[in-house]
């Protein structure tokens, strides 16, 4: 038995920001979500992702990345990274919304338990491939991020520590606003070096 459960933050900042969780009996792992929005039409009902890619957005008219994935053999890990660095990105097109408007639906690498309280806060998005994980495993899953394991272009990026990781993190999530204290300005152009970090940064401020 499958059924899905929305989770309504108490936060009152948001309270209307959810996550869709599925509770089953099937002893499956239930820690990945099964709904996602597709970066390219803006959907999110539909069950098979990979599926929904192939039949609305490869071929000629398709989209390059799709047919980019399915010239790699079914289910190498090289196809399911590609495909799973487009599902990230519409993800996080839909958490950016989500937190703008402090409602909809908010997709986590990991869904709670359905037990769990939690709050946006507690998640912070990869500045590599824009997953968004748990603070606390941000630095953890560097080493699994499809992007940085992207034998494209991993040699391109670089290698930074937990705090620059945290900071870029924020930045992508906003968090760091559009106008800092000069606190805040001194603070980070005293931190940050000139590498990319500092470039996405500068470019932000
Ligand atoms: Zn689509
Ligand atoms: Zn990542």
């Known amino acids: 038995m499958?059924?899905?459960?929305?989770?309504?933050?108490?936060?009152?900042?948001?309270?209307?920001?959810?996550?869709i969780m599925v509770q089953n009996n099937t002893g499956k792992d239930q820690s990945h979500n099964k709904r996602h929005y597709c970066a390219y039409c803006q959907r999110s009902?539909?069950?098979?992702?990979?599926?929904?890619?192939?039949?609305?957005?490869?071929?000629?008219?398709?989209?390059?990345?799709v047919n980019a994935f399915m010239s790699y053999p079914k289910k190498s890990k090289e196809?399911?990274?590609?495909?799973?660095?487009?599902?990230?990105?519409?993800?996080?097109?839909?958490?950016?919304?989500?937190?703008?408007?402090?409602?909809?639906?908010?997709?986590?690498m990991r869904r709670p338990s359905p037990q769990a309280d939690w709050k946006v806060s507690d998640y912070s998005?990869?500045?590599?491939c824009k997953v968004w994980v748990l603070r606390t495993l941000l630095?953890?899953?560097?080493?699994?991020?499809?992007?940085?394991?992207?034998?494209?272009?991993?040699?391109?990026?670089?290698?930074?520590?937990?705090?620059?990781?945290?900071?870029?993190?924020?930045?992508?999530?906003?968090?760091?606003?559009?106008?800092?204290?000069?606190?805040?300005?001194t603070n980070l152009f005293t931190t940050i070096q000139n590498d990319y970090v500092g470039i996405v940064a500068k470019k932000t401020l």
């Open 45 to 65: 009902d539909f069950t098979n992702f990979a599926k929904h890619l192939i039949d609305m957005h490869s071929g000629p008219h398709g989209a390059d990345e």
């Open 139 to 185: 630095t953890k899953h560097q080493k699994n991020c499809v992007v940085r394991n992207n034998k494209e272009t991993t040699d391109k990026l670089p290698c930074i520590n937990e705090h620059k990781l945290g900071l870029e993190a924020d930045l992508v999530a906003g968090r760091i606003g559009l106008e800092p204290s000069d606190a805040l300005k």
């Open 2 to 19: 499958t059924f899905q459960k929305k989770c309504f933050l108490s936060h009152p900042n948001a309270p209307k920001i959810f996550q």
């Open 79 to 108: 196809r399911d990274n590609r495909i799973a660095e487009i599902r990230i990105r519409g993800n996080h097109m839909i958490n950016m919304a989500t937190l703008q408007a402090e409602q909809g639906m908010f997709v986590a």
């Open 125 to 128: 998005p990869c500045p590599f």
